[in-house]
């Protein structure tokens, strides 16, 4: 068996032996790289649809003061409980596939994996958000829909104050005490909110805790990702020094048998990478709970 360096294109005819040593690490480095990739399009896609669900309560909110004499249907509650269920299954489906994705990529024996899951543990712990979402996620998937009621309202904080006009979807207790599967510690303390409870806090926090646990995942496997990269950036680097070819499209290692057959071919290129760092610059932690979006304009002083 030997092991070559190329690119797969027609017009390159070079082929530069590589120690089997240099095909297993890259490898290896490509397919965690492929793996390590997937957290981060699965956060992003859970972080695009809380967007989602916040823009519906500000598009219905500018609704509200721009056509006073709306009223609410059940399209609107539709609309709302379409979003959160949105993100409540795009926040389980990151929640239970990380840690799978740690086991494949770190094979440490499921310690990085064991630590991410300590750390849902202190989460769900410690947010009381992170538990009435956690709970609601489950009756939504095999209940009812999540948002009972909306109420609009406007006001002022003081004659002189701009008018402020909200939306607030409500969650109804009675409906949830009827699911005999809610559990019902989590029922108790959002009795302590009272009947209806505002779907808004809870969300914002939820969703921060999720952030929190994203960033855990991202220094679990910092330096992993960093020799991985190396590795791949390597490979480039090395077909360019030795080949004299600054081009790397088609770049591939390659394993060749006795009889000049491949048996086996592994891409190597950076889009990967690219992409995890896109979506890692892109989604960088937020505290939603302290932020506030406003089109209000500011009196000249």
């Known amino acids: 068996m030997k092991y070559i360096l190329t690119r797969q294109v027609l017009e390159c005819d070079v082929e530069l032996e590589i120690s089997r040593a ?21 956060y992003d896609i ?13 598009n219905q909110a500018l609704r509200g003061a721009m056509f006073p004499y709306h009223s609410w249907s059940i399209g609107n509650i539709q609309a709302f409980s379409k979003r959160l269920m949105n993100m409540l299954a795009a926040c389980r489906l990151y929640l239970d596939s990380v840690r799978h ?24 712990d410690a947010s009381m958000g992170y538990r009435a979402m ?12 999540p948002i009972s009621s909306l109420e609009y309202s406007s006001k002022r904080e003081s004659p002189s104050h701009d008018k402020y006009f909200v939306v607030i979807p409500y969650v109804n207790l009675r409906r949830l005490e009827l699911d005999r599967k809610f ?30 646990l994203h960033n855990t995942y ?14 791949i950036s ?41 992409r995890r760092r896109l979506l890692e610059k892109k989604n960088q932690l937020v505290d939603f709970t302290k932020v506030v979006i406003t089109n209000q304009v500011s009196s000249s002083a």
């Open 22 to 42: 240099r095909f297993e690490t890259t490898k290896a480095a490509k397919e965690n790289l492929v793996v390590a990739l997937g957290p981060e399009e699965k």
């Open 46 to 58: 859970a972080i695009e649809n809380y967007y989602e669900y916040e823009s519906e309560l500000l």
């Open 101 to 124: 994705d740690l086991n494949l990529m770190c094979r440490d024996g499921g310690h990085k994996a064991e630590n991410f899951r300590e750390q849902i543990s202190e989460e769900y």
């Open 134 to 145: 956690d709970a609601l996620r489950n009756y939504v998937q095999h209940r009812a829909l």
């Open 183 to 212: 559990k019902r510690d989590i029922l108790d303390e959002l009795k302590g909110l009272g009947d209806r409870i505002d779907i808004r806090p809870l969300v914002r926090e939820y969703i921060l805790a999720i952030g929190r």
């Open 218 to 231: 991202r220094q679990l496997v910092s330096q992993d990702l960093e020799a991985w990269e190396y590795t």
């Open 234 to 274: 390597g490979v480039g680097e090395e077909y360019r020094k030795r080949s004299g070819d600054e081009e790397t499209v088609g770049l591939a290692v390659i394993a060749i048998d006795d009889c000049d057959q491949y048996v086996e071919s592994i891409p190597v290129f950076v889009g990967m990478i690219e």
